[in-house]
């Protein structure tokens, strides 16, 4: 069974710095991966997908990564703000669309 | 966009009632989802469908079932709450195929008292 897992469970970074949050997984036949952002007490707002066969995906600040043979991604965010502050989720899709979730990092972003 | 809209942002029921917690998306998904979120164990799925009228088990499917009689609406149902039923509810949409998107609405928080 897929495992999940987000390394680190919290981060507190300045400002104006470049961050990456991590996530691995144990299965790697997966289908998709996907990144998601949860505001306190919210729904989950999808961030960006990357498929079995891309390398990467890209929106804005964000970068995410996909390296299916090691079980790895990572999430990048260029020049963090205060409104970045949440908690960041991975999620695998390994077959039927349902997704197995990493535990998730909460992010707080300094002014 | 996209809308999965739940029908309630809070709601607090007693222990036995039987509980109804809507979801209904609005792009036409084959696929709608139901999970939980708590404290320490993440989001963990609760049923899923992947057509009218059809409904399966996922990881934590004790104390609940589903309703689908219509592609737009996924319904999760409490058969008699208990405390620790006390969560967040997540409803979830998508296509079908192995590179679709999910979408998530806004959560609905229960509490059993």
């Known amino acids: 069974k897929q495992e999940v897992t987000q390394i680190p469970a919290a981060l507190s970074v300045p400002e104006g710095e470049n961050l990456v949050l991590n996530c691995s997984f144990t299965d790697s036949a997966i289908y998709n991966l996907q990144w998601f952002r949860q505001d306190p007490g919210k729904g989950l707002t999808s961030l960006l997908l990357?498929?079995?066969?891309?390398r990467e995906q890209t929106s804005g600040r964000l970068n995410a990564s996909l390296d299916k043979s090691s079980g790895r991604s990572t999430l990048y965010i260029a020049a963090s703000q205060p409104g970045d502050s949440a908690t960041y989720l991975c999620?695998?899709?390994?077959?039927?669309?349902?997704?197995?979730f990493g535990g998730g990092t909460r992010l707080m972003v300094k002014p | 966009d996209v809308k999965v809209t739940q029908s309630s942002r809070y709601l607090v029921k007693r222990t036995g009632e039987k509980v109804f917690l809507e979801c209904v998306q609005d792009?036409?998904?084959?696929?709608m989802f139901w999970y939980r979120q708590d404290p320490g164990l993440g989001l963990r799925l609760i049923y899923f469908?992947?057509?009218?009228?059809?409904?399966e088990k996922g990881d934590i499917p004790e104390g609940y079932s589903v309703s689908r009689e219509k592609k737009e609406r996924f319904s999760l149902i409490l058969e008699s709450a208990s405390t620790n039923q006390t969560s967040m509810y997540l409803c979830a949409s998508s296509l079908p195929g192995r590179d679709t998107e999910a979408f998530f609405g806004q959560g609905t928080r229960l509490t059993v008292v």
């Open positions: 999620a695998s899709n390994n077959a039927g669309n349902m997704l197995t």
């Open positions: 469908s992947y057509d009218v009228k059809m409904k």
């Open positions: 792009m036409d998904h084959e696929n």
């Open positions: 990357i498929q079995s066969s891309q």
